[in-house]
């Protein structure tokens, strides 16, 4: 099968034949038929984080199941099914007190002593986060798959594997915002731009959109935002959302994974408030944080994945597009082909892009 591999000292992917494993006794294998470009992915490109290569990319995608192995009693072929990086073993510590998304067991990754899911030339290809989106077939264990409504398109669905899950699930399950109250998101971007609209469905009565990029922020008010703000950068963040703001605020989403829009987060808020960091931060980078701020019961937590069991909260997601609640279209910048992969990195890396999507050939 075709996939974009991630090989050592590039910065760039390139197009190549990878051949697949046998499908293991819990494992399922699954066509294809769409990839998200996810900013996790770019981080992995541009060398903030490290990990083994070659590699195949990519980690939010949906597709339809071709084949299931001996053990699998949950998935059968035709079944129509979204991918989730977050596999659970439903018996550790953290999956038992609900923090499944948390869940450090091994059990989705094969055996060090049995054949690679995915080589080339005999050669062992690295699994990223047990998907590898970016190739015309998944071979993932049943913990990284949940079934979906067949009514749902399957191009769309792919979104929900990751961004979207997790910008909906931080509202949610994390910041738990009531109707009625004030938010704002720092960061327009897929995760971003879920969080606007998780705010809109919990019923917030303002939710305030802070990005430098002037499309994304038009995009931001058609998926619910209540006020933009392009914030002039020589000046102080919290300032100007404060300005903007009716009354105090509730809830601060950050969606960048920067230290000035974390600190943003939690200096714009009103008393109580709760900053949410959804943003990924390279290990050891840190944020200041007025002390001070926190006396006034004010919060800052972080929210990784939605917080949540995608197997619960992904067939709910799919229902809110279907009733009309959820908006998935209005977030894909475009659809490419597998072979355009680096030029929607490179529109990723210039800030314009909101979702780009992979779509694969139906014929494979
Ligand atoms: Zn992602
Ligand atoms: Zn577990």
Do not use: W
């Not at 494993?21 to 060398?47: F, K, Q, Y």
């Not at 327009?188 to 705010?199: E, K, M, P, T």
């Amino acid at each position: 099968m075709k996939a974009a591999v991630f090989e050592e000292g590039r910065s760039d992917l390139v197009i190549q034949d990878v051949e697949v494993g046998a499908v293991g006794p819990n494992e399922v294998l699954i066509r294809t038929v769409a990839a998200g470009l996810c900013h996790s992915d770019l981080n992995h490109l541009n060398g903030v984080f490290d990990i083994p290569r070659p590699s195949v990319l990519g980690h939010e995608s949906a597709g339809v199941v071709l084949e299931v192995g001996s053990e699998v009693v949950d998935f059968e072929p035709g079944d129509h099914v979204i991918t989730c990086l977050a596999t659970f073993c439903g018996h550790c510590e953290r999956c038992l007190a609900g923090r499944s998304y948390l869940c450090e067991s091994p059990m989705s990754l094969r055996d060090p002593s049995d054949a690679p899911r995915l080589s080339r030339d005999g050669q062992e290809m690295h699994q990223f986060l047990n998907v590898s989106s970016f190739a015309e077939m998944l071979l993932v264990h049943e913990r990284a798959v949940v079934r979906i409504d067949k009514r749902m398109p399957l191009d769309l669905a792919a979104l929900i594997g990751c961004g979207v899950t997790t910008g909906l699930g931080a509202v949610f399950n994390k910041a738990k915002v009531q109707p009625g109250q004030s938010v704002v998101v720092l960061g327009c971007g897929g995760i971003g731009l879920s969080a606007i609209q998780g705010a809109r469905i919990a019923g917030a009565s303002e939710i305030i959109a802070v990005d430098l990029n002037a499309d994304k922020l038009g995009v931001a008010k058609t998926l619910g935002a209540t006020a933009t703000l392009a914030p002039d950068p020589d000046r102080d963040l919290a300032e100007q959302i404060k300005e903007l703001a009716k009354g105090e605020i509730d809830h601060a989403l950050e969606a960048v994974g920067v230290a000035s829009t974390a600190t943003a987060a939690l200096e714009c808020l009103g008393v109580g408030g709760v900053a949410t960091i959804i943003g990924l931060m390279p290990a050891g980078r840190t944020f200041p944080v007025q002390g001070r701020l926190l006396l006034d019961d004010r919060r800052i937590q972080g929210a990784y994945m939605g917080a949540q069991n995608f197997r619960l909260a992904m067939p709910r997601y799919v229902e809110m597009y279907l009733d009309g609640r959820l908006l998935l279209e209005e977030m894909v910048s475009s659809r490419i082909e597998l072979e355009d992969v680096n030029i929607g990195f490179d529109s990723m890396r210039k800030g314009e892009a909101l979702r780009d999507l992979i779509i694969f050939d139906q014929q494979n």
